[in-house]
């Protein structure tokens, strides 16, 4: 069974930082694969947060200089550094994995559960 499933969300003050991690099971998740970060908060449309590929890496421009997104090949893992929160970012956020970049955008094969931030003011 393919599994991603992440962890590190969790409640945080504005200004502080989370690092989300998302651990693949079940299959080779290696750097073929479109692996990344949607959010979706209540009331709100799922948006693209971050996606790495092969040895690139895409932020969204709104979160540029705040959110950085990486990778462990060996380790099966993709990981979403999250500093100077906001309020706004509040969301539950889902990592993915597809072996295309258009399927990713679209319905990816592969989705974590999710793991819901909190940024209090």
Same mark, same amino acid.
């Given at each position: 069974? @393919?599994?991603?499933?992440? $962890? %590190?969300?969790?409640? @945080?003050?504005? %200004?502080?930082?989370? !690092?989300? $991690?998302?651990?693949? &099971?079940?299959?080779?998740? $290696? ?7 949607? !959010? ?5 449309? !799922?948006?693209?947060?971050? *996606?790495?590929? =092969?040895?690139? +890496?895409? @932020? ?7 959110? #950085?997104?990486? !990778? ?11 500093? &100077?929160?906001?309020?706004?970012? *509040? /969301?539950?956020?889902?990592?993915? /994995?597809?072996? #295309?970049?258009? +399927? &990713?955008?679209?319905?990816? *094969?592969?989705?974590?559960?999710? *793991? =819901?931030?909190?940024? $209090?003011?």
């Amino acid at each position: 069974q @393919v599994q991603l499933v992440e $962890s %590190g969300g969790g409640l @945080v003050q504005a %200004g502080g930082s989370l !690092r989300l $991690s998302c651990a693949g &099971s079940g299959r080779t998740f $290696s750097s073929d694969y479109v692996m990344g970060w949607f !959010r979706q908060a209540p009331g709100k449309e !799922r948006e693209v947060v971050a *996606t790495t590929y =092969q040895n690139n +890496s895409y @932020v969204a421009s709104a979160l540029k200089g705040r959110f #950085t997104v990486s !990778r462990d090949n060996a380790k099966n893992t993709v990981y979403l550094q999250m500093n &100077s929160l906001k309020p706004e970012d *509040t /969301a539950v956020y889902y990592c993915f /994995a597809d072996l #295309t970049f258009i +399927s &990713s955008m679209r319905d990816p *094969t592969y989705w974590g559960q999710g *793991t =819901q931030v909190t940024v $209090s003011s």
